[in-house]
Structures are given as structure tokens and as C-alpha cells.
Nanobody, 125 residues
Framework: QVQVVESGGGLVQAGGSLRLSCTAS????????MAWFRQAPGKGREGVSC????????YYADSVKGRFTISRDNAKNTLYLQMNSLEPEDTAIYYC??????????????????WGQGTQVTVSS
């Protein structure tokens, strides 16, 4: 049974930092591209960042480019999202997702078959 579990969310002031983690079990982690999505209240789910199976390809949404860094540790079956210079607009539930996709990655929700339950990130002004 595949399980995807996020952690590391919380409340932070604008300008602060958080590091999200996502651990996946029940699958061969290094066969899966991984991604972070987020959903703010009243809005649709937005692709934030993704990383290829071997970590060599990454993608960032324009809204987070230069502030967020995605990484993965295949030995630990863990995905990370380092978030710096956080803004109130970053407030959302952040979801981790896994897709059996090789070579690069996409931030298209339908690509991803496994999802975590999300972790809340709240940035106060």
C-alpha cells in the first residue's frame, strides 16, 4: 500500500522560512517524479515545483522561483521543499505527489497518481 505523508508546515511570519518534507512508502521511490502542489482557500490546486527521478531536472512556478528549492533523497524516500522569503500569498495547504514519469517532470495534477493529505502553511503579514 502506497503512503505519501507530508510534514513541516506551520505558522511563520512574512520573510521567514519553512522546510517541508514528504516521505513515500510502498513504492520504488527513485522510479517516481515528485512534486509539490498547493491550494489556497477558494482557489484551485496550483503546481509549485517538481523534480525528476534522479533530481537532475527541476521546475518552479514563477511565483516561487528564487525563493523555494526542491530536493530529494532517494536513499531516504524523502522529498523536500525549502521555502525562504515567505509571503502571505504563500499561505495554502501544500501537497506532495508522486508520478511514475521519467526524464523530467510536470506540474499537471492528472500526471500524479499518489497524493499526500497535505500540510498547512500559514504566513502572517
Amino acid at each position: 500500500q502506497v503512503q505519501v505523508v507530508e510534514s513541516g508546515g506551520g505558522l511563520v511570519q512574512a520573510g521567514g522560512s519553512l522546510r517541508l518534507s514528504c516521505t513515500a512508502s510502498g513504492l520504488t521511490f527513485d522510479d517516481y517524479a515528485m512534486a509539490w502542489f498547493r491550494q489556497a482557500p477558494g482557489k484551485g490546486r496550483e503546481g509549485v515545483s517538481c523534480i525528476s527521478t534522479n533530481g537532475r531536472y527541476t521546475y518552479y512556478a514563477d511565483s516561487v522561483k528564487g525563493r523555494f528549492t526542491i530536493s530529494r533523497d532517494n536513499a531516504k524516500n524523502t522529498l523536500y521543499l525549502q521555502m525562504n522569503s515567505l509571503e502571505p500569498e504563500d499561505t495554502a495547504i501544500y501537497y506532495c505527489a508522486a508520478a511514475r514519469y521519467y526524464g523530467s517532470c510536470l506540474v499537471i495534477t492528472s500526471t500524479y497518481g499518489y497524493w499526500g493529505q497535505g500540510t498547512q502553511v500559514t504566513v502572517s503579514s
